[in-house]
C-alpha cells in the first residue's frame, strides 16, 4: 500500500530531552511537510523539503530541525529549545510544490 | 486578520440534512483550493482539490469556489453520521504548496 507513516503514534518525553518523529512515505513524492496541529488552530508549517539534502525553514521552526537524506524519509526532531512542544505534529508529502499534500496520521507528542 | 477564515462551528445537523461548509481568504495570489476531512486523533484526509472558479462534485460532495468574492464552500448531500468530523479548508498559491494555508477547521456532527 502507498502512503505516509508516522510513527509513534504517541510519545511521551521528559521536559529538556529531544525527541525525533519518524516519517517515511512510498509514494515517491518529491515534497515534504512537517506540520504542527493545535487545538483550535489550523496547521502551521515547521519544515518543507522540495528534494533531497535539501530543506527550508516553515513559519514556526524555532526548537526543531530535520534532515533529508533520503527521498521516502524526512524525521523531525523537537529539541530542548522548542518552549511549548506538546502538541500534534503531521507530517505530508506531494509530488511537488504545484499538487496536493497528503497526510500521515501524526504523532501526539506530550511533555511529561 | 488571518489569510483563511473558516467558520469555526461546531456544526451539528440531522442525517440526510445538506451541510454547507465554508471559507474565506484575502489573498487574491491564491489558486490552490482544497478541503481535508479530519476524525479525531487521525491526520487530515484530502475530500476535493481544485484551481478553477465553479463547482466541482465527487458523488455527495460539491466545491464551489468564487474568485472574485475569495469565497470556497464545500457542500455534502444525505449527510451520514459517518460524515462527523471536522473539515479543514487549505489553500496556497501557484508553484508554492509551502505556502500551504489552513483554515481554522469546522467540527460537524451527523446525528442519526
Known amino acids: 500500500d502507498g502512503g505516509i507513516t508516522q510513527s509513534p503514534k504517541y510519545l511521551f518525553r521528559k521536559e529538556g530531552q529531544n525527541v525525533t518523529l519518524s516519517c517515511e512515505q512510498n509514494?515517491?513524492?518529491?515534497?515534504m511537510y512537517w506540520y504542527r496541529q493545535d487545538p483550535g488552530q489550523g496547521l502551521r508549517l515547521i519544515y518543507y523539503s522540495q528534494i533531497v539534502n535539501d530543506f527550508q525553514k516553515g513559519d514556526i521552526a524555532e526548537g526543531y530541525s530535520v534532515s533529508r537524506e533520503k527521498k521516502e524519509s524526512f524525521p523531525l526532531t523537537v529539541t530542548s529549545a522548542q518552549k511549548n512542544p506538546t502538541a500534534f505534529y503531521l507530517c505530508?508529502?506531494?509530488?511537488?510544490?504545484?499538487?496536493?499534500?497528503?497526510f500521515g496520521q501524526g504523532t501526539r507528542l506530550t511533555v511529561v | 486578520q488571518k489569510e483563511v477564515e473558516q467558520d469555526p462551528g461546531p456544526l451539528s445537523v440531522p442525517e440526510g440534512a445538506i451541510v454547507s461548509l465554508n471559507c474565506t481568504y484575502s489573498n487574491s495570489a491564491f489558486q490552490y483550493f482544497m478541503w481535508y476531512r479530519q476524525y479525531s486523533r487521525k491526520g487530515p484526509e484530502l475530500l476535493m482539490y481544485t484551481y478553477s472558479s465553479g463547482n466541482k462534485e465527487d458523488g455527495r460532495f460539491t466545491a464551489q469556489v468564487d474568485k472574485s468574492s475569495k469565497y470556497i464552500s464545500l457542500f455534502i448531500r444525505d449527510s451520514q453520521p459517518s460524515d462527523s468530523a471536522t473539515y479543514l479548508c487549505?489553500?496556497?498559491?501557484?508553484?508554492?504548496?509551502?505556502?500551504?494555508?489552513f483554515g481554522s477547521g469546522t467540527q460537524l456532527t451527523v446525528l442519526p
Open positions: 505530508a508529502s506531494s509530488i511537488d510544490e504545484n499538487t496536493e499534500a497528503f
Open positions: 509514494l515517491n513524492h518529491d515534497a
Open positions: 487549505a489553500i496556497f498559491p501557484s508553484g508554492s504548496a509551502r505556502q500551504l494555508t
